[in-house]
């Protein structure tokens, strides 16, 4: 007798109310997936590990399909494979009348197949018969199997591979794993055959995070929610375990600063869902290799003792524990961090190795490797500062080059001072990071130190060593007074100051750049392009690429100040290729010469390209964090363009992050502090704007304040959003007179800009008239277009006056573009500091739309336009509603009776 069917399995599980709506996935799997009433594709595989929500994902997303959705959820038992198709074809027959009861009967009488042919021969021949079947489906239908990691027969999998090869147009399939199928996915992908959804398309992003705990907590943030995002990596069920936690938790700024990977409700999860159902040399070697930031197999086998590191790193990655890959070669892998902390706190429970002796035997072999960064960064984790600081005295040089003031300053904030000031070369480095990470007060009791030691002539310095560490320290002196804008004592440091190098060293090209500093600070644009181009020879000549990058990206930042953008595109564009050719086309400092080149197509309105640039730059900057900071500060600008509120939500939540990090340089803080006040203007909250303005202390008389450039002109519009235009324009004004000294004509212009916008609102239009007129030929002849266009409103009624009394071709195409309907024309009232206007008549038809329940590509074909023109639009909606997202949006608009027609 035949076993009945458990009718559970063939029923997609219900959706719990309150649920985060995924809307960037659905579109991921929706993409490309129907064409002429046919699937264009044959497979979506939503492929994960436990907790990063994949059934409820495809439920979610699948629900439109209705009667059309045939289910089935596979457990242990399934994986044999005559329950296996006697299942599936029963859900298939659920929604597909073709599918009928002979089928189901042929499927559940294999079981007893005997004779001339075999069990698995009658049932390759039974899915023949079945895909003849499904020929006749004249409605396309889904096929989706949740929980196919539970099947392992390699019978099956063949099984599974013969249908999906043989599929009908109209029958799609979607499997929900832990683990890849041992299908050929790699060829299926280059043929554009399926849709792969990962760990990273899962995570949630920190407007989900927040939507999702305010139901926790209705008053955290959405810093609060990002800060939660970045320590979980958007992992959605730590998301779920912290709302737990944080309803109980009476204080959630303790919480937040202490969510790890000891929270109890993450630890009972991942003990059941995963590290209880693994074999114990897989546990085993887990727990011996989670204090790794980084691994491989052959330091997998000098931690472990044994010979199989290779072996179960691809066995963690075959089963998605967690393992995230760090190259494209397969070598290096890190954990999720998260993770880590888990499996290291079960290790010590449970007695497993000492994490200061893996610690102490990877610092050791990285030695031998030829991995000094690496050796630090494990002798730190070995407490062993001993051994850290042998490594930072023998190898300084070639720490700077690779890890630079970020990593040297996370260092020497494990090490005592002590230790550091005995030593004159550690304490010129510290002083150097400490400058180039704008920590000034630090720089100078560690060159004081130095100079200290030098004072008391030790015989045991040897004469070379000893002029040349008096060199370095004038270096820095020098570096202290081109950052606060002390030109005496510059001139009187750096006087003289290549005597001390004569042959080209890293610190002599260091010594040319502050020469290029002292030309911009004197407003000699081309004596600091001249001076940084010298930097940059005698970095090349010392093959220090890192340090040519870093010059380059200051020479690209003076291009930027002046406004010379063609000059600045030719320059980067020359200086990435020359870094292809010469293998350093993948090193993290390039990344800033992408995002500079990817902000001149900003400004000039193609965003499309320029979203290319930072999607590179990011790309390239991968984790270095000095880098990725860099990128994210000209990021904002695109956004803030574009009107994008999810994508400057989730930059400036990365930016935040690093910001705060040790060795930061202070305008990153600063470019941070500005664009969240920008954000929270944006969704019309201009009290906390003001607040977190009112904390960073700005004082437009002081020097440094020439690199708060961009909080002065969120100050500005924070002002004019209270309506107290007169305070607004002092602050631009102040800072525009200064700045016009300096012939930073590029940032004259960016701050004239709001500066005539609010002079017009006030009623002095003249006063705009006049300063627009001063603009004007830069902006013609460098193309500068989004300066004026995201001004929004005033600032075309403003060019509208100006056409009719200049002779200016520029004003008619900038007026143009505003009227111009394309992706490269912004909303037009995101930007804060002015009242916000009616959506348009297009905006209005694609808000309708929408509500109707339509994606972004079916908006598009219904309205015979690209798809980036609907990102483009609904960007624009979200944020002159103040919306999140398109459920958001329509809720808004129905509370406004926007779509009462509709």
């Known amino acids: 007798m035949v076993a009945p069917l458990l009718e559970t399995k063939l029923r997609p599980p219900p959706l719990r109310p309150g649920l985060i709506t995924r809307p960037g996935v659905k579109n991921r799997a929706e993409s490309g997936l129907l064409g002429g009433g046919q699937f264009l594709r044959r497979l979506t595989l939503i492929c994960a590990t436990a907790g990063y929500g994949k059934t409820t994902v495809a439920r979610t997303w699948l629900d439109d399909w209705g009667s059309r959705l045939s289910w089935l959820s596979l457990d242990e038992g399934d994986d044999d494979p005559y329950r296996f198709w006697r299942y599936l074809v029963a859900a298939l027959s659920r929604s597909e009348p073709t599918v009928g009861t002979d089928m189901v009967h042929l499927f559940e009488s294999l079981g007893s197949v005997s004779g001339r042919m075999s069990g698995q021969e009658a049932i390759r021949g039974a899915i023949s018969d079945l895909i003849n079947h499904l020929i006749d489906i004249d409605t396309p239908l889904v096929l989706a199997l949740d929980d196919y990691h539970h099947v392992s027969d390699p019978r099956i999998h063949e099984d599974m591979r013969f249908l999906l090869e043989n599929l009908p147009p109209t029958v799609h399939v979607v499997v929900i794993t832990r683990t890849d199928p041992p299908w050929p996915l790699s060829r299926w992908r280059v043929r554009g055959e399926m849709v792969d959804i990962r760990r990273q398309d899962l995570r949630w992003t920190p407007r989900e995070t927040q939507v999702f705990l305010s139901s926790f907590d209705p008053g955290i943030s959405v810093e609060d929610a990002a800060t939660l995002a970045r320590r979980s990596e958007g992992w959605p069920a730590a998301l779920q375990m912290a709302g737990i936690s944080l309803e109980n938790h009476p204080d959630r700024r303790e919480f937040l600063s202490t969510f790890a990977g000891t929270n109890r409700y993450l630890l009972d999860y991942l003990g059941e869902e995963v590290l209880e159902h693994l074999p114990d040399h897989v546990r085993d070697f887990l727990f011996d290799t989670a204090a790794l930031d980084a691994l491989c197999a052959p330091l997998c086998d000098a931690v472990t003792g044994r010979d199989d590191g290779r072996e179960m790193l691809a066995t963690l990655e075959r089963h998605n524990l967690f393992l995230i890959p760090l190259d494209d070669g397969g070598e290096w892998y890190r954990y999720h961090r998260l993770f880590a902390d888990i499996v290291r706190h079960m290790a010590r429970t449970l007695g497993g190795a000492d994490p200061r002796q893996t610690n102490l035997v990877a610092s050791r072999w990285h030695l031998r490797e030829g991995h000094p960064v690496e050796a630090v960064e494990a002798a730190l984790s070995a407490d062993a500062p001993d051994l850290a600081e042998e490594v930072l005295a023998e190898h300084a040089e070639i720490l700077w080059k690779t890890a630079g003031p970020e990593g040297f300053l996370r260092w020497f904030g494990e090490l005592s001072p002590d230790r550091i000031l005995r030593r004159p070369l550690l304490g010129v480095y510290f002083a150097f990071a400490c400058l180039v990470g704008g920590r000034f007060p630090e720089a100078i009791p560690a060159i004081e130190g130095v100079e200290r030691h030098l004072a008391k002539g030790h015989d045991a310095m040897p004469g070379e060593e000893r002029r040349r560490l008096e060199g370095i320290s004038r270096v820095l002196r020098s570096f202290i007074a081109s950052f606060s804008g002390d030109h005496e004592a510059l001139l009187r440091h750096a006087d003289g100051i290549l005597e001390y190098f004569p042959e080209r060293t890293p610190w002599r090209f260091s010594a040319a750049a502050l020469a290029g500093d002292l030309a911009a600070l004197e407003g000699d644009p081309l004596g600091a392009e001249a001076a940084y181009r010298l930097a940059m020879e005698d970095a090349e000549a010392v093959t220090d690429p890192f340090g040519s990058l870093f010059i380059a990206q200051r020479l690209g930042f003076d291009y930027w100040r002046s406004g010379r ?58 984790v270095e964090r000095t880098a990725s900071a860099w990128v994210e500060t000209q990021a904002l600008k695109l956004y803030l363009s574009t009107g994008d509120v999810e994508e400057l939500e989730s930059t400036l939540s990365i930016l935040q992050e690093h910001s705060t990090a040790p060795g930061m340089p ?18 019309g909250d201009t009290p906390r704007a003001r607040a977190l303005l009112s904390e960073r202390d700005l004082c437009t008389d002081s020097p440094a304040d020439l690199w708060r450039i961009e909080e ?94 200049m002779t200016s071709g520029y004003i008619a195409t900038l007026l143009e573009r505003f009227d111009d309907g394309g992706p490269d024309t ?48 609904t960007g624009n909606i979200y944020g002159k509603l103040g919306a999140s997202n398109r459920t958001e949006a329509v809720r808004l608009a129905r509370d406004l009776n926007l779509l009462e027609d509709v």
């Open 565 to 622: 953008l063609s000059e600045l595109e030719r320059f980067c564009r020359g200086q990435i290729e020359a870094a292809h050719h010469r293998g350093f086309g993948r090193v993290g400092r390039i990344s800033a010469l992408w995002a500079l080149r990817g902000n001149v197509l900003r400004e000039r309105g193609e965003f499309a390209r320029a979203e290319d640039c930072f999607r590179e730059a990011r790309d390239v900057a991968g």
């Open 826 to 873: 912004a909303a037009e009232e995101h930007l804060p500091g002015m009242p916000m206007e009616a959506l348009s008549e297009r905006e209005l038809e694609i808000l309708s739309l929408l509500a109707e329940g339509l994606s972004n590509r079916q908006v598009g074909q219904r309205l015979y336009i690209s798809s980036n023109t609907v990102k483009w639009h």
């Open 712 to 805: 002065h002109i969120s100050l500005a519009r924070v002002k004019a959003a209270l309506d107290d235009l007169e305070a607004a324009m002092s602050i631009l004004e102040s800072l525009r007179t200064r700045i016009s000294r300096l012939h930073w004509e590029g940032t004259h212009l960016a701050v004239a800009a709001p500066q005539m916008v609010f002079a017009h609102r006030s009623g002095r239009t003249e006063d705009a008239m006049e300063l627009l007129a001063g603009v004007l030929p830069l902006a013609e002849t460098e193309g500068f277009s989004r300066v004026f266009l995201d001004e929004g409103a005033k600032m075309r009624d403003l060019l509208g006056i100006a056409a009719r009394r």
């Open 666 to 683: 202070a305008v990153i803080a600063s470019d941070c502090t500005a664009g969240w006040a920008l954000y929270h203007l944006m969704r």
